[in-house]
């Protein structure tokens, strides 16, 4: 019998997601922060961050923040579709503001793949694009 033990902690408590006020906007053509912006407009920069760090490379970011893409290099196409749709949707859905990312469509240019998707999140859905080379 597996003993029963009572440490008297309560979870008296809810978890509360924290909003995403006061966001630095990044201005990536000029590479400046300037102002800042909440919601929608800091998910579509932190989507835009995500897919574009390559996760593991950088001890700044956790490591369930980034993706990879760098192993793909030299694999064919057949298996490098589907992977990229599972990378995106796993990066993404680290996030708690995204519910789910759908509606992939692959344009394959001899070793570059432009993906378009669609992100659903908790204010309404994003489309997203990345390009990729394998």
Request: glycine letters at 4%.
């Amino acid at each position: 019998m597996i003993p029963q033990v009572n440490d008297g902690l309560i979870s008296d408590f809810d978890e509360a997601a924290l909003p995403s006020t006061k966001n630095y906007k990044l201005y990536m053509d000029k590479n400046r922060c300037v102002g800042f912006v909440n919601e929608i407009e800091a998910l579509k920069q932190a989507i835009f961050l995500m897919l574009n760090i390559e996760r593991y490379d950088y001890i700044i970011y956790s490591w369930n923040f980034g993706v990879e893409f760098k192993d793909l290099f030299g694999k064919p196409t057949a298996y490098v579709l589907p992977e990229i749709k599972r990378r995106i949707t796993e990066c993404l859905t680290q996030d708690d503001r995204i519910n789910s990312v759908d509606n992939f469509i692959f344009d394959v240019k001899k070793k570059k793949v432009h993906v378009t998707f669609t992100v659903y999140s908790i204010y309404g859905e994003i489309d997203g694009e990345k390009e990729v080379e394998y």
